[in-house]
């Protein structure tokens, strides 16, 4: 049950939802959720089958306009704006499209921005890249952001209960004034890849759970498959005799790469869940123990969603392409508990004081 403060909770609107990690973590914390939006329709059936109350509305949100979020909203005590605008330009996996001069990542921030000061509610929450910091667009958001009392940071995910290495910057904002506005805090011993996923049926590579689709691993190649079974928990290829090796490890730029082909540690965070993490080959993403790589399911657990959230319609097809980058792209949802959980404190301070 979501927590009330005074007589009524904050309303959210959901940016760029996905899937909707942001969205169920606030959900979870006490915040209502009204509505996500997003352009990409393939996050429809996870969104509202995860998140029922929530509408999800399937838009460019360069299109959208303060009038319809401010309706969307409707009265409430308190609004909440969030968003994850989609970060490309900076992902490793989009390198040529940098090179292409690729901007359109950077107008759905400048939107994000424009929306703040066309609906100017009460909160808003921006996650992103670290690097975005660095970029024009960024200092153009904080612009839009004037009379707020801001409070941003690069914040590895690992401190608040994400098991993975996730680092990602935190942008909170409130037109109420500073008291208890904080950045998330570390809550002690970071949670492990044993914590979140041994529990799990065992798999062989290419083989699927019964009972649950998306526990699903991606098939591996004979060479492959030495590869993995000569591999150990946290190290690398340089660990594998030379007859294993691809040939771009043989040279001298292969070593910067070493974390590709790698395994999983049962004791560590993961390192990020990418859009890729289903393939043994792009990144460490073998699992610690077994002769595969991670599945779908386990690489949304590591991104904090509840074993239980639904991806596909039952009988529907499971695409490793296009639900890893839907998994991979999503913010964790422990994430979002957390910001609701800071948003919640910090309006009670001012509850009183609003008329």
């Known amino acids: 049950m979501s927590r009330v403060i005074g007589s009524s909770r904050i309303k959210a609107i959901d940016l760029f939802c996905g899937v909707g990690g942001l969205t ?11 509505a996500g939006i997003d ?4 996050c429809r059936y996870p969104y509202e089958a995860n998140n029922s109350r929530a509408l999800f509305l399937e838009q460019d949100v360069k299109d959208l306009t303060g009038a319809s979020v401010s309706k969307l909203l409707g009265k409430a005590r308190f609004t909440l704006l969030a968003g994850c605008a989609p970060c490309q330009p900076f992902s490793t996996y989009s ?25 100017r509610p009460h909160f808003v929450t921006m996650e992103n890249v670290p690097q975005v910091e660095q970029h024009p667009v960024f200092q153009k958001f904080l612009s839009a952001l004037e009379g707020y009392h801001l409070v941003w940071s690069a914040l590895d995910c690992s401190s608040i209960g ?5 680092k990602r910057l935190v942008l909170l904002a409130s037109r109420l ?21 041994s529990h799990l049926p065992p798999l062989t590579a290419g083989e699927m759970d019964q009972k649950d689709p998306l526990h699903v691993a991606c098939k591996l190649s004979a060479l492959n498959l030495e590869r993995i079974k000569a591999s150990r928990p946290g190290g690398t290829w340089r660990d594998w005799k030379p007859s294993l090796r691809a040939a771009c490890h043989r040279k001298s730029t292969g070593d910067t790469y ?8 049962w004791d560590e965070p993961a390192p990020t869940i990418t859009t890729q993490c289903f393939g043994y080959g792009n990144g460490r993403f073998g699992h610690p123990e077994q002769h595969r790589a991670i599945t779908l399911r386990e690489a949304s657990m590591l991104q904090t969603f509840p074993r239980n959230y639904v991806f596909v319609k039952k009988g529907d097809r499971v695409k490793f392409s296009s639900l890893g980058r839907l998994i991979g792209n999503a913010v964790p949802v422990r994430l979002g508990e957390v910001i ?8 009670q301070n001012y509850e009183g004081r609003l008329r």
């Open 340 to 347: 609701a959980d800071i948003f919640l404190k910090h309006a």
């Open 95 to 119: 390198r040529s499209d940098r090179k292409r001069g690729r901007n359109s990542d950077w107008e759905l921030v400048a939107s994000f921005g424009r929306l703040v000061r066309e609906v």
């Open 39 to 42: 352009l990409d329709g393939a």
């Open 24 to 34: 169920h973590g606030l959900i979870r914390g006490g915040v209502n959720v009204v």
């Open 258 to 265: 070493p974390s590709v082909y790698g395994r999983m540690e």
């Open 177 to 197: 004034g500073p008291e208890g506005l904080s950045l998330p805090t570390s809550n002690g011993r970071a949670a492990t890849v044993r914590d979140t996923i």
């Open 162 to 166: 994400v098991p993975q290495t996730r």
